[in-house]
């Protein structure tokens, strides 16, 4: 598999100041918003805005998977509300990764 990040995800404690910071200092668009997240677009990656207050809420490196096949099956499986699929895993360190699929719901994401 040749791996592309897809996205950095960060936990925030305001999602609209939140935003406007990322807008503000690094010219991010709004892609999705729901209560719990926004995800801003860059240049060569996308920003996920997590609420810290939702309990599942974690910090995570997003990794592209082109076809659904190229997820792995260890790991912690959830089909998100915008279309996605991700399968999250520890490193070695306890950092989390996502391996993650757009499906033809969350195509729109993909620019």
Known sequence: MNSIVDHIAVLV???EKSSEWYISCLGAVITHK???????KLQNVNIALLDRSISTSKPHIGVLCEKINDL???GERIVHRD??????????DGNNLE??????KSHKFIK
């Open 13 to 15: 404690n305001d999602l």
């Open 34 to 40: 729901q209560p719990n997240y926004y995800r801003l």
């Open 72 to 74: 792995p099956e260890f």
């Open 83 to 92: 279309g996605t699929t991700g399968v999250y895993v520890q490193d070695l």
């Open 99 to 104: 391996f993650i699929h757009y499906g033809l």
